[in-house]
Structure formats: structure tokens, C-alpha cells
């Protein structure tokens, strides 16, 4: 059973550069089968989607974070990572990484990890 | 932008009783739509996929339904631990760009 496991900093100073990774086990993320993806969620609000990669290294962004944006996989450690850059307290949130079993259930997000919180303070 | 937009932002329920929520996009998601169930400190639970496919493991009470802008959640008969935040989500585009609704938390009335 695919698991997805986020880590980083907890704690980022604002218009420094948000980094984050996600590691995979029990599967391989070179698998057509999934998008791996990043959704985060502010303190007491809803979720909003970053962006996701393909195991080929197609991505796509949220058009409103597209610039400060950037997802990878590293195929060597079974991880992809997401990097915001120029962060401000409004990038304080439950950061999530998740993907679809797009064979399973189209491009719904079956797969979630637990959450890793994320400040952004001086 | 697809934009979602859910009815109503809260809903207060009996234990027992039925709740319907609604889900609209501002433009035909086909039937490219998916719920999610969330309990606070917990990630968000896939519900129902394709509008109107249970997910493996989600008991028989809950059901989607609709197509193109509108789309509804029906919990049949509110069990205590179905109290919690409801998302729904769009898939609709290519390339595959996501978009969540706002929510509706379920309360005990």
C-alpha cells in the first residue's frame, strides 16, 4: 500500500524559500499510475492545490503560485519535492503532498500524507 | 479558473437524519468531480470520485450525484463520526489544473 511521508522546516523567515519533500514507500514513484501533487491548507481554511508532476517530470502549477513554484522528483530516493520561493505569512499553512491513483480514481486525490505544518515569521 | 463554489458553509444536523450538500462549478466539470470528508488534524478522506463513485472503504450511506455544474453529497443517515468538513474538487481540465470549494462543515444540531 502506497504511503506518502512529508518533511522539513516547520519554521520559514519571510522571503526566504519554502522547501519540502515527500517520500514515498511501498511503490515506486517512476509509476505512470500516479501524479504526485502538493496541497496545502491556511489555519482554520480551506485546501488549495500548488502543483503536480508526472513520474516523467511534466508539472503543473496553481496559475496564482506559478512563479514562486517548483516541483521535482528524485527518482534516486523515491521523493519529490516542492520549493516556494519569497514566502510571506500568508504561506503559513498544513503543507500536504498526495496523488491520484489515476488508474484507480481518475485524477482524485486517494493517497494523502499526514500534513506538515509550515510558519512563516521572522 | 474553474471556480467551485459549495452550499451551505454550514450545515447543522441530527444524528440519524439526511444531509444534502451542493457543489457548483463555474463551468461544465463533466462528471470530473470528487468529495472529500476531513476531521480536524486529519488529512482529507476521498469520498467519492467520478461524481458519483464510492471510494474503496466508504460505507454505503454516502452518494453523489450530478453533472456538469451541479453536483450534491447525500449522507443518507448521519452517523456521529460523519461530522466534519466536506471539500469537493475538480479534475475537469487539460492540463490537469485542480481546484477545491470552500467546504461545508456538518454540525450537530
Known amino acids: 500500500q502506497l504511503q506518502l511521508q512529508e518533511s522539513g522546516p516547520g519554521l520559514v523567515k519571510p522571503s526566504e524559500t519554502l522547501s519540502l519533500t515527500c517520500t514515498v514507500s511501498?511503490?515506486?514513484?517512476?509509476?505512470?499510475?500516479?501524479?504526485w501533487g502538493w496541497i496545502r491548507q491556511p489555519p482554520g481554511k480551506g485546501l488549495e492545490w500548488i502543483g503536480s508532476?508526472?513520474?516523467?517530470?511534466?508539472?503543473y502549477y496553481n496559475p496564482s503560485l506559478k512563479s514562486r513554484v517548483t516541483i521535482s522528483v528524485d527518482t534516486s530516493k523515491n521523493q519529490f519535492s516542492l520549493k516556494l520561493s519569497s514566502v510571506t505569512a500568508a504561506d503559513t499553512a498544513v503543507y500536504y503532498c498526495?496523488?491520484?491513483?489515476?488508474?484507480?480514481?481518475?485524477?482524485?486525490?486517494?493517497?494523502w500524507g499526514q500534513g506538515t505544518m509550515v510558519t512563516v515569521s521572522s | 479558473e474553474i471556480v467551485m463554489t459549495q452550499s451551505p458553509a454550514t450545515l447543522s444536523v441530527s444524528p440519524g437524519e439526511r444531509a444534502t450538500l451542493s457543489c457548483r462549478a463555474s463551468?461544465?466539470?463533466?462528471?470530473?468531480l470528487a468529495w472529500y470528508q476531513q476531521k480536524p488534524g486529519q488529512a482529507p478522506r476521498l469520498l467519492i470520485y467520478?461524481?458519483?463513485t464510492r471510494a474503496t472503504g466508504i460505507p454505503a450511506r454516502f452518494s453523489g450525484s450530478g453533472s456538469g455544474t451541479e453536483f450534491t453529497l447525500t449522507i443518507s443517515s448521519l452517523q456521529s463520526e460523519d461530522f466534519a468538513v466536506y471539500y469537493c474538487?475538480?479534475?475537469?481540465?487539460?492540463?490537469?489544473?485542480?481546484?477545491f470549494g470552500p467546504g461545508t462543515k456538518v454540525d450537530i444540531k
Open positions: 498526495a496523488s491520484p491513483n489515476i488508474v484507480l480514481v481518475e485524477y482524485a486525490f486517494d493517497i
Open positions: 511501498g511503490g515506486s514513484i517512476s509509476s505512470s499510475s500516479y501524479y
Open positions: 508532476i508526472y513520474y516523467s517530470g511534466s508539472t
Open positions: 463551468q461544465s466539470v463533466s462528471s470530473n
Open positions: 467520478g461524481a458519483s
Open positions: 474538487q475538480q479534475y475537469n481540465n487539460w492540463p490537469p489544473l485542480f481546484t
